[in-house]
């Protein structure tokens, strides 16, 4: 079945939400009036139970079908915009300085809540579809406080499936992999110590910055000759910041921040061990100290077998075919939603747009019939009676 007809009506409609989330951009947990808009259309639309505040600000609502199995099948979309200074110049842009929806969250918002008023009008399905309205997905990990506070067992979900716009890629396509999707995203703070003192005398110091320098090189071997040649990972330093900014004076300390992409276990902990061997000896054939803190975030995105081709099949009806994802080295938390249940994460076209994370970017209203049509083929397909 292509792209649904109902989804042609409730273009404008749908469009409206997705502008109007546009124009008005909240961060992290903080995005009371996208949540409470959302809990209100659900509830207009005769969901049959809306519960709010799960994960601080997130929301589900559920729909029952025509006919009772006991199976629930849930769809996750994600509302928080960036901190981001909009540069697009959208008659509908950003009316929040150094706020702006760069990631397109307001696209997935609105795709979810078409998909929902949908399914609510037509329950042509056996079971319940939960629809669910995560926050913070940038940085601040709402999709792991919506697991943590219980989600999956309150709501009685048995799998999962969510869905993220892909710059780049034609409207009205599709891709997925099984497996590995998307890295976890650890980050990492070092602090390097010494003694510091005039630029001038050097041989009276300790010199941190030349033992920072070493440490910013000697990290790019581990994934160059540590990791597995076959197997991927980054580690990157983002952040060197000095303890004196004069130009005279050697620092008593450096300071490091950096972020290390991995997307199996094994790897993680190979790079994670070989981070704080590197800074610390270097640190120390220097006459440094360091103090390393490293830190897994969110964990890597990876797709079931078996619900992947699930979700392949969805989107081959809906537009014909679905290729094969590229593994990307960014992140997305609801990693924290498949580690709980089996599911899939799938990509949809956004056209020739400018790329995620930009001041330019923009999310293609052109393909919200295709992104609703597939949550909604996900949700019949899954609980067909």
Known sequence: MPVRNRFAELHDEITAWRRDFHENPELLFDVHRTAGIVADKLKEFGCDEVVTGIGKTGLVGLIHGKKGTGRTVGLRADMDALPIHEETGAPYASKVPGKMHACGHDGHTSMLLGAAKYLAETRNFAGTVA????????????????VNEGMMDRFGIDEVYGMHNWPGTPIGTFAIKPGPLLAATDIFEATISGKGGHGAKPDETIDTTVAAAQVVLALQTIVSRNVKPMREAVVSVTSFETSSHAFNIIPERVHLKGTCRTLDAETQDLVERRLSEVIEGIAAAHGCTANVDY???YPATVNSETETEYAIEAARKV???????EVTMGGEDFSFMLNARPGAYIFVGNGDTAKLHSSNYDFSDEAIPFGCSWFVEMAESRLAG
């Open 319 to 325: 537009a014909g075919d679905c290729a094969e994802a």
């Open 295 to 297: 830190v897994r975030n």
């Open 131 to 146: 629809v669910i309205f995560q926050p913070a997905e940038e940085g601040g990990g709402g999709g792991r406080e919506m």
